[in-house]
Nanobody
Framework: QVQLVESGGGLVQAGGSLRLSCVVS????????LGWFRQAPGEEREFVTG????????YIADSVKGRFTISRDNAKNTVYLQMNSLKPEDTSLYYC?????????????????????WGQGTQVTVSS
């Protein structure tokens, strides 16, 4: 089975930056489409950003466009979420996710409900 472990969350002032990391183990990292989700209390889980297997196609939510960036370091089997210009409304529990069970073409960008493997989550709190 595949494991995903997030880290890098914490408390930051509005306007600051954080970089979340997610280490993927137990499978072939390069074969997976990857993404980040977040969920705040009382709200539905939001699909923040995603990336196809090839890395060519990406999705970015309007709420974070221009501020957040997804990237991958294959040598470290790690996917990152760089978060800049953080706002109080970014406060949430952040999860990394992967499409593992389904084999997809290299340029396929999965929809929100296609992700099947999840990390434990890391808390991000932005003060005003």
């Amino acid at each position: 089975q595949v494991q995903l472990v997030e880290s890098g969350g914490g408390l930051v002032q509005a306007g600051g930056s954080l970089r979340l990391s997610c280490v993927v183990s137990g499978g072939t990292f390069n074969a997976y489409a990857l993404g980040w989700f977040r969920q705040a209390p009382g709200e539905e889980r939001e699909f923040v950003t995603g990336m196809s297997w090839s890395g060519v196609n990406t999705y970015i939510a309007d709420s974070v466009k221009g501020r957040f960036t997804i990237s991958r370091d294959n040598a470290k089997n790690t996917v990152y979420l760089q978060m800049n210009s953080l706002k109080p409304e970014d406060t949430s529990l952040y999860y990394c996710a992967a499409v593992v069970r389904r084999r997809v073409t290299s340029n396929y960008l999965p929809a929100k409900d296609e992700y099947d493997s999840w990390g434990q989550g890391t808390q991000v709190t932005v003060s005003s």
